[in-house]
């Protein structure tokens, strides 16, 4: 198994998915397929990576990324949600119907201009404000204002 060149440690606060683009900018890669591919993420039902249950395998991208499975469950829900996989799994399909997660990409541009890397809150439908700079999160480049 190749790992990345360039694989620094997650951010604390940051998602899956940011993580897999921060890592795909950092290799220069042109997209992320090359890391799905190598982390077995390409049939369809794991590419958003927020919501993930123990169904999602991620030794792959752990020893590509050099970081430990419980690292990567950490930048996902696994811990707030996931976990009812085995516990209750009515609970978990009641908060994937009532769309906890946002279908779109939103984010704070402040925050952006701070450190450069997506926030895991960022992906929760009710979080529609950012708490350190008291803004609307945008579904839209605030340059070309081209929408995700």
Not at 19 to 26: D, F, G, H, K, N
Not at 91 to 96: C, F, P, T
Request: proline share 3%.
């Amino acid at each position: 198994m190749h790992r990345l060149l360039l694989s620094p440690k997650p951010f604390k606060d940051e998602s899956l998915r940011g993580y897999i683009l921060r890592l795909t900018s950092l290799n220069c890669y042109r997209t992320i397929n090359w890391i799905y591919e190598k982390s077995n993420f390409h049939n369809g039902s794991n590419t958003n990576l927020s919501f993930i249950t123990e169904e999602v395998d991620l030794g792959n991208l752990s020893l590509i990324s050099n970081n430990s499975i419980e690292e990567l469950k950490s930048l996902t829900f696994y811990y707030h949600f996931g976990v009812y996989y085995f516990t209750d799994p009515l609970e978990l399909i009641s908060m994937q119907k009532w769309h906890v997660l946002s279908s779109r990409t939103r984010i704070c541009p402040k925050c952006l201009t701070e450190e450069l890397y997506y926030r895991k809150v960022w992906d929760l439908f009710f979080y529609t404000c950012c708490s350190k700079h008291s803004i609307l999160l945008v579904e839209e480049c605030p340059k070309c204002k081209k929408k995700n």
